[in-house]
């Protein structure tokens, strides 16, 4: 047989040992020295700028991360854990990221220097990430939505953010304006009943009901409609493309698809309207001249919407979206609002009093584009945090549950040289709250060591630097934001400390490829 490697792979580096494992712990180093800085209350900010010169200043880790052009792959690796931590959760990416630095640093450390093999280290972080994760469990207090400990749980997490203490009174008004109208299946999900928009010509405000950043289709359309009866149509309403008639040279042919296109539009328009709908919401991507003419002439309300929104929309109105003229038909298509406006001003359309379930809208405001868009990530992430916080409890923030497991975690007695993987999380456990003392100016070793010795629940206060009760002054943390967080960090340092060589692909031949998949 040939060369194995059929001439698709070649070392990214010459072989030395441990090359590879330096190469990558420097990348997730690299990735984690950009965000570091900004966790906690008393975290930094970072100026963005992109190639046209555009700048934002952010301190949200999955914004800043995102930013960034990695081109290193375990750095890019690093960069698609956060973002999946922001998914599942909406939080803790920056957590997510310093512990998952402080793993590979402490596992290449035993790797290289006390020649622990990475299959032992691996499994040792395995075991206690799981062990470490039902400790905070069972650390954890289950909250409801009217307690003073939600109010806590978001104040916490916007305390970094700009114009924190603002958001989290409008972001727990939203909730509680919502409250178990927002349960599904059980759990809280409250982004199918709190949409948040940024607006910089607007107030700070909660809308009973959904805002839509959108003008009426034409202007000579009714402004508003009273007991409005609502369809979203997501219909083929561009019944002759134009495409076909630019192909066509006959003036004969070109006049019977003019004739054709009338006709089509007219039993379009007649169709959705013998439902009885007085407000179109059109999602489709063409909408015909002739067909917008006959709306207008008819007096009918209608707004161009977005995919996204339908979603939204067939939630609070009861609408359902129609797809062909054969839906038309059916007897539950159509939804209701007491009231539709556009409120010219501002730009935006209002929908009020719902048939179905409640929902509110979110305007953030901003004096400028960079600070709503910051305003507006901040009062996501608290929606997110309270969610998490709901659904699966709180615990002491401030890093103060994880540093309070750490001797648990380290009387698990494992098998052999497992054992030392342990130190890999413990370490990364107390990162957490190092790192956020740090930030605010302390010695972030020496203040860890004092809360240590202090009681379960107990952490520093960033601006005394004294040991304090975190239950008593409000400093709480999603228990679901942290677990996530953790168990994310492990898989990350998992595959990283795994790897021992870097190698490069090259283009693929077809005989190398089914020689690879035998």
């Known amino acids: 047989m040939s060369n194995p490697n059929y001439g698709v792979w070649r070392p990214m580096a010459e072989n030395i040992e441990f090359n590879a494992l330096e190469s990558n712990s420097n990348a997730v180093m690299a990735v984690a020295d950009t965000v570091r800085t900004t966790l906690g209350p008393k975290g930094l900010d970072k100026l963005l700028i992109d190639q046209a010169m555009n700048r934002h200043v952010s301190n949200d880790g999955v914004t800043i991360l995102l930013s960034l052009r990695a081109i290193h792959p375990v750095a890019r690796m690093i960069v698609e854990i956060a973002e999946r931590q922001e998914q599942l959760v909406g939080d ?3 957590t997510a990221v310093v512990m998952a630095a402080e793993m590979i640093k402490e596992g290449k450390r035993l790797i290289k220097e006390l020649g622990v093999h990475p299959t032992k280290v691996v499994e040792g972080i395995e075991s206690g990430v799981n062990h470490a994760c039902q400790l905070l469990e069972k650390e954890a207090n289950k909250i409801t939505l009217n307690e003073i400990e939600l109010e806590q749980v978001i104040k916490t997490s916007l305390s970094s953010k700009l114009d924190g203490e603002k958001l989290s009174s409008l972001v727990i008004a939203a909730l509680r304006s919502v409250g178990k109208n927002a349960m599904y299946n059980g759990s809280y999900n409250f982004d199918k009943a709190i949409m948040v928009i940024r607006r910089t010509n607007m107030e700070d405000r909660i809308i009973n009901g959904i805002v839509l950043e959108r003008k009426r289709m034409d202007p000579e359309m009714p402004l508003e409609i009273k007991e409005a009866r609502i369809m979203i149509a997501k219909l083929d309403l561009k019944p ?18 003019e004739n054709d296109r009338v006709i089509k539009s007219k039993e379009i328009v007649n169709a959705m309207l013998a439902t009885d709908a007085n407000t179109i919401l059109i999602a489709s991507p063409e909408v015909d001249q002739v067909i917008e003419d006959l709306l207008v002439a008819r007096k009918v309300f209608v707004v161009r919407i977005s995919t996204e929104e339908i979603e939204y929309l067939s939630r ?17 298509i159509i939804g209701k609002a007491g009231h539709i406006y556009e409120d010219e001003d501002n730009g935006v ?40 916080a709901l659904n699966k409890g709180v615990v002491a923030g401030g890093g103060s549950a994880e540093l309070h497991v750490i001797e648990k975690v380290n009387n698990m007695r494992l098998k052999g040289l497992e054992q030392v993987g342990l130190e890999v999380v413990t370490s990364a456990l107390e990162s957490i709250m190092r790192q956020i003392l740090t930030n605010a100016g302390f010695n972030g070793l020496e203040k860890v060591m004092a809360a240590k010795a202090s009681p379960s629940g107990f952490g520093i206060d960033i601006n005394s630097g004294e040991v304090v009760d975190m239950w008593k002054r409000g400093v709480l943390d999603p228990l679901l934001v942290k677990t996530m967080a953790l168990q994310a960090a492990g898989e990350i340092s998992k595959s990283v400390l795994r790897i021992d060589r870097n190698l490069a692909a090259e283009d693929l031949s077809q005989q190398a490829v089914s020689e690879i998949k035998r």
Not at 240 to 257: G, P
Not at 316 to 332: C, I, N, Q, W
Not at 367 to 377: A, F, G, I, V, Y
Request: no cysteine.
């Open 240 to 257: 002759v493309k134009e495409s076909w008639l630019k192909e066509n040279s006959k003036y004969e042919e070109i006049l019977s698809m």
């Open 349 to 388: 359309i209002y929908i009020e009093n719902g048939l179905s379930r409640n929902m509110v809208t979110m305007i953030v405001s901003g004096t400028t584009k960079e600070t709503s868009l910051e305003r507006w990530r901040a009062a996501i992430d608290g929606v997110n945090a309270a969610e998490a």
């Open 316 to 332: 609070y109105t009861g609408a359902k979206s129609v797809r062909t003229l054969e839906d038309l038909k059916k007897p539950d």
């Open 92 to 94: 803790g990416t920056t």
